[in-house]
């Protein structure tokens, strides 16, 4: 294991976790890497050079949040305690989202810079917050992207919240939104309630790399607002990339984020090279987080190994610029005759392959559910259950327990439950994909 690190910034290491051994004929390699990023200015409390950051938070002002009235009331204290939770010095804007997206404060295109007067009058700014329209929610992603455009920050980033469907704009409209924005700003997405598309809201976190969750009681968004910027004022590097270098004949058959929530890079590659590929990661502060890689090498006879790939942490330089060189790993293969080490599966690389069956066998459950396919919901959440309970996952354990009544958690043995509410229903689904670190033993 090797790391680089720059003064002042956090220290990065990476450690790969794989059973390298294959048998005679075996093709592909699994690896879980971790990577770690300790000892920056977040873990010391310091503060961080003004205009490292710029944050734009949108605001669903749509109809639909004056039903209940304590959702637009929740809606704009909320982004009065993430206004509350700016270090100074961050750039931010408010946006009110609706068919169109408007700038609220500051205005005329700009960020404002935050102190205790901008946070002052953007609070003000919010209590003229009122609902009416419809929800295009493009619109408003394109708005912040425009107005973190003009930023020079390297941090940027969007909080969304929604309390309904992007019922006024065209699925591909949104797409195509999200395409552009990809690798420009991340963005955290929140539906409130229990009227909006699961698929919807973590589409556009998954798409920014940002998280998803739901806040079923509006009297909750000020605490979950004032938690997701407190980790936006921790990051302190971006546009960190997983540079995954493979030997000519080997094919990388995927790279997943696989903690601290399942998330698939595969598809983002950008060519960084000679068999040199970059899977973006966002922005770091202090944390961890673990990438399962799997590549498909040439066969070999026993006795043979190589290089199957090396694992690089990066920040990609300027136009003709190298890159910088944060810490790196290598995945290896070895064939053997040997049938206990070939056939033995690593135990990092057993858990998260469970915890992605979890989140199928859920999303797979709920969906035989609507359909009202009974067998089907019951054999998927049980399983769901069953792998829940072995790698204990408790808080989704907890969740399933609101859909199924569990016989048998270790066999997977549940009955549906008759009534189930929306609220946890849909915040099942929207955790589906949060996963836990492996049992330390």
Same mark, same amino acid.
């Given at each position: 294991?090797?790391?680089?690190?720059?003064?002042?910034?956090?220290?990065?290491?990476?450690?790969?976790?794989?059973?390298?051994?294959?048998?005679?004929?075996?093709?592909?390699?699994?690896?879980?890497?971790?990577?770690?990023?300790?000892?920056?200015?977040?873990?010391?409390?310091?503060?961080?050079?003004?205009?490292?950051?710029?944050?734009?938070?949108?605001?669903?002002?749509?109809?639909?949040?004056?039903?209940?009235?304590?959702?637009?009331?929740?809606?704009?204290?909320?982004?009065?305690?993430?206004?509350?939770?700016?270090?100074?010095?961050?750039?931010?804007?408010?946006?009110?989202?609706?068919?169109?997206?408007?700038?609220?404060?500051?205005?005329?295109?700009?960020?404002?810079?935050?102190?205790?007067?901008?946070?002052?009058?953007?609070?003000?700014?919010?209590?003229?917050?009122?609902?009416?329209?419809?929800?295009?929610?493009?619109?408003?992603?394109?708005?912040?992207?425009?107005?973190?455009?003009?930023?020079?920050?390297?941090?940027?980033?969007?909080?969304?919240?929604?309390?309904?469907?992007?019922?006024?704009?065209?699925?591909?409209?949104?797409?195509?939104?999200?395409?552009?924005?990809?690798?420009?700003?991340?963005?955290?997405?929140?539906?409130?309630?229990?009227?909006?598309?699961?698929?919807?809201?973590?589409?556009?976190? !998954?798409? @920014?790399?940002? #998280?998803?969750? /739901?806040? &079923?009681?509006? *009297? %909750?968004?000020?605490?979950?607002?004032?938690?997701?910027?407190?980790?936006?004022?921790?990051?302190?590097?971006?546009?960190?990339?997983?540079?995954?270098?493979?030997?000519?004949?080997?094919?990388?058959?995927?790279?997943?984020?696989?903690?601290?929530?399942?998330?698939?890079?595969?598809?983002?590659?950008?060519?960084?090279?000679?068999?040199?590929?970059?899977?973006?990661?966002?922005?770091?502060?202090?944390?961890?987080?673990?990438?399962?890689?799997?590549?498909?090498?040439?066969?070999?006879?026993?006795?043979?190994?190589?290089?199957?790939?090396?694992?690089?942490?990066?920040?990609?330089?300027?136009?003709?610029?190298?890159?910088?060189?944060?810490?790196?790993?290598?995945?290896?293969?070895?064939?053997? !005759?040997? @049938?206990?080490? #070939?056939?033995? /599966?690593? &135990?990092?690389? *057993? %858990?998260?392959?469970?915890?992605?069956?979890?989140?199928?066998?859920?999303?797979?459950?709920?969906?035989?559910?609507?359909?009202?396919?009974?067998?089907?919901?019951?054999?998927?959440?049980?399983?769901?259950?069953?792998?829940?309970?072995?790698?204990?996952?408790?808080?989704?354990?907890?969740?399933?327990?609101?859909?199924?009544?569990?016989?048998?958690?270790?066999?997977?043995?549940?009955?549906?439950?008759?009534?189930?509410?929306?609220?946890?229903?849909?915040?099942?689904?929207?955790?589906?994909?949060?996963?836990?670190?492996?049992?330390?033993?």
């Amino acid at each position: 294991m090797a790391n680089f690190a720059k003064p002042s910034a956090p220290r990065f290491s990476v450690e790969v976790y794989q059973n390298e051994f294959l048998p005679e004929g075996g093709r592909d390699v699994h690896a879980i890497v971790t990577v770690t990023a300790t000892g920056g200015a977040s873990a010391t409390r310091t503060a961080v050079a003004d205009g490292t950051a710029a944050v734009v938070l949108m605001v669903d002002c749509s109809g639909s949040m004056e039903y209940p009235a304590e959702k637009m009331r929740g809606a704009r204290e909320a982004t009065a305690a993430a206004v509350d939770t700016l270090r100074d010095g961050t750039a931010f804007a408010v946006i009110a989202g609706t068919h169109v997206a408007k700038e609220v404060y500051p205005g005329q295109g700009r960020l404002a810079v935050a102190d205790a007067t901008t946070r002052a009058q953007a609070k003000e700014a919010l209590r003229g917050l009122t609902a009416g329209g419809g929800t295009a929610i493009g619109t408003w992603l394109r708005l912040a992207d425009g107005l973190l455009r003009g930023s020079t920050a390297a941090i940027r980033h969007g909080i969304l919240l929604t309390d309904g469907r992007n019922e006024h704009e065209e699925p591909a409209v949104l797409r195509a939104t999200l395409d552009a924005c990809a690798g420009r700003f991340t963005c955290d997405a929140r539906g409130v309630g229990t009227d909006w598309d699961v698929k919807e809201v973590t589409g556009i976190a !998954n798409a @920014l790399l940002g #998280s998803a969750d /739901i806040v &079923a009681d509006p *009297a %909750h968004l000020a605490e979950d607002f004032t938690r997701m910027m407190e980790n936006v004022m921790g990051k302190e590097v971006a546009d960190v990339a997983l540079r995954l270098w493979t030997p000519v004949g080997v094919e990388i058959q995927y790279v997943k984020q696989v903690a601290p929530a399942l998330q698939d890079l595969t598809g983002r590659r950008t060519d960084s090279g000679p068999r040199a590929g970059d899977y973006p990661t966002g922005s770091w502060g202090d944390e961890s987080r673990e990438y399962h890689v799997c590549v498909r090498v040439p066969t070999a006879i026993v006795g043979q190994e190589m290089l199957a790939a090396r694992t690089t942490l990066v920040l990609p330089g300027a136009a003709g610029q190298p890159a910088t060189v944060l810490a790196q790993g290598l995945v290896r293969a070895v064939w053997t !005759n040997d @049938l206990a080490a #070939s056939t033995a /599966i690593n &135990a990092q690389v *057993a %858990h998260y392959t469970g915890q992605a069956e979890l989140a199928e066998a859920i999303q797979q459950g709920l969906e035989a559910r609507k359909m009202g396919d009974v067998g089907g919901a019951t054999a998927k959440l049980g399983r769901a259950v069953q792998l829940a309970s072995s790698s204990g996952n408790a808080d989704t354990a907890r969740l399933l327990s609101k859909v199924v009544d569990v016989v048998d958690a270790v066999a997977g043995t549940v009955r549906l439950k008759a009534k189930v509410a929306d609220a946890d229903e849909m915040t099942l689904d929207t955790r589906s994909t949060q996963t836990v670190r492996v049992k330390k033993t």
